[in-house]
């Protein structure tokens, strides 16, 4: 017992060293509470070595009473009292052009009190941080405002959307910061601001017990969204089937039929967990682990995920 606690505790830390920026939950630790290193971020990709970050806030919940509601992964707010939303996005899917819009306005309906005047509505950055060139120009930055269409020229509403492509990782200022989001040591970062909290969160006692907190809370949640998903797509399923075989099957047949479709719920239940956690870089072992599913059927699931 003693020789696989220790085992899953080496595994863990292995996971932890093996962390980048890059890594929503990751870079979400980096920056909480953490002014001079969201105050680098803004810097560089605005370009502006003025910004001076007054607070940064992680996972901070919007309620919309009337529609959708958003949890911005980093929001912060500078010295001007202009507010920057930071979203680091791996999958394309998660960079879309109309949630970036949302975001946008929805900082609006956040940040306009009432009996507050139009004017008083303070300037907001939208900043997609994304894995993949998602706008295809193959540039290095994005800067996103409204404009007139007759005469080109810029619509000064106080809004901007800024898609950063980490893809562009050279020696400029901006690239060396892109570098830094893949970056898993602390001792090869460029940027300094950055290496003493990846120091502390990596390899100081503290540090590796709150990211080993965090990796069984988000492993609980994948699984528990996962069950929560595989549960109404079989719900629809199993009632579509049952109508159709109401009739022709015996009561003990159709027993039957519901055990094997609940047997099967649980095995696609354990496969889309499985998949979540290889996706996020876990183990073989760490997989097999906590998805109750064979090391041939997740190695099976790996070689399909990288093909």
Known sequence: MQINEASQESEIKQVIRSLCMMNNRFMNFMLDDNKEAAQVFLRVILGDDKIRVRNVRIQSFIQNIYGHSSQLDILAQDSEGRYFNVEVQRSDEGAPARRARFYS?????????????????????????????????????YNIRRRIDENAKCFEDGSRIIYVNSQRRDDTALGKLMQDLYCTEPKNLH?????????????????????????????????????????????????????????????????????????????????????????????????????????????????????
């Open 191 to 307: 940027y300094h601001e950055f290496a003493e909290r990846m120091e502390f969160l990596k390899y100081s006692k503290e540090g590796e017990e709150k990211m080993t907190d965090v990796i069984e809370e988000y492993a609980a949640r994948k699984a528990e969204a996962a069950a929560k998903a595989v549960e109404e797509k079989m719900t629809d399923v199993i009632e579509e089937y049952a109508a159709r075989k109401a009739e022709a099957l015996a009561k003990e047949a159709a027993n039957e039929v519901a055990k094997k479709a609940a047997r099967e719920a649980v095995k696609e239940k354990n496969i889309e967990f499985a998949k979540g956690l290889l996706a996020d870089g876990m183990s073989i072992e760490f997989t097999v682990r906590h998805s109750k599913l064979s090391e041939a059927e997740v190695r099976e699931l790996a070689s399909k995920l990288t093909a």
């Open 105 to 141: 306005s929805i900082l609006d309906t956040h940040f306009l009190q009432p009996g507050k005047l139009y004017e008083e509505l303070p300037d907001t950055y939208v900043i997609f941080i994304t894995e993949n060139d998602v706008l295809h120009d193959n540039l290095p930055l």
